[in-house]
Structures are given as structure tokens and as C-alpha cells.
Nanobody, 126 residues
Framework: QVQLAESGGGSVQAGGSLRLSCAASGRSSSSFVMAWFRQAPGKEREFVASISAGGVSTYYAGSVRGRFTIARDNAKNTVYLQMNRMSSEDTAVYYC???????????????????WGQGTQVTVSS
């Protein structure tokens, strides 16, 4: 059974930075496309960033492109999200997700991911 555990959330002031981590346990996630999503109160879960299995391909939502960076360390079975120049609009619960086996392309659709972590809260104060 695959388990994804997010960490690194917390409170930060506008303009600050945070780095989230997603550690996968159980079967290795090094061969799978991974992604970060977020959900603010009263809003739909939205795509943030996705990364291919080898880490060569990445894709970002327009709202975070240039500020956030997704990366992975397959030796540690961990995916990261470096968030810089944060604003109050980044406040949300952040979720790590994994695509099923056999899909090599990055995706922004939440329906393309079948394993999810429990989420970590990120709060940005202005």
C-alpha cells in the first residue's frame, strides 16, 4: 500500500518562502509522475505543479510559475515544492499526489492521480 506524507507546511509572511516535502512509503514512487495540488477554504482543489518520473519534465500552474519549483529525489523517494515570494493567495492545504503506473506525462488534472497524501496547511499572512 502506497502512502504519501506531506510535511513542511506552516505560517509565513507575504514575500517569504517555504519548502514542502512529500515522502512516499510502501512501493517506490520513483517511476511515477508526481504532483502538488492545493485547496483553499470554499474552493475546488487546484493544480500547482507536476514532475515526470525522471524529473526532466515539469509543469506549473500559471499562478505559481516563476515562484514555485517542483523537484524530486528518487533515491529518497521524496518530492519537494519550493515556494518563494509567497502571497496570501497561496494560503491553502497542499496535497501530494501520484499518477498510476503506465502514464509518463505530467498532468494538471486531479482526476489523473489515484494516490493522495493527507495534506499540509500553508498560511501566508500579509
Amino acid at each position: 500500500q502506497v502512502q504519501l506524507a506531506e510535511s513542511g507546511g506552516g505560517s509565513v509572511q507575504a514575500g517569504g518562502s517555504l519548502r514542502l516535502s512529500c515522502a512516499a512509503s510502501g512501493r517506490s514512487s520513483s517511476s511515477f509522475v508526481m504532483a502538488w495540488f492545493r485547496q483553499a477554504p470554499g474552493k475546488e482543489r487546484e493544480f500547482v505543479a507536476s514532475i515526470s518520473a525522471g524529473g526532466v519534465s515539469t509543469y506549473y500552474a500559471g499562478s505559481v510559475r516563476g515562484r514555485f519549483t517542483i523537484a524530486r529525489d528518487n533515491a529518497k523517494n521524496t518530492v519537494y515544492l519550493q515556494m518563494n515570494r509567497m502571497s496570501s493567495e497561496d494560503t491553502a492545504v497542499y496535497y501530494c499526489a501520484r499518477r498510476p503506473a503506465g502514464f509518463a506525462s505530467v498532468s494538471s488534472s486531479k482526476y489523473d492521480y489515484n494516490y493522495w497524501g493527507q495534506g499540509t496547511q500553508v498560511t501566508v499572512s500579509s
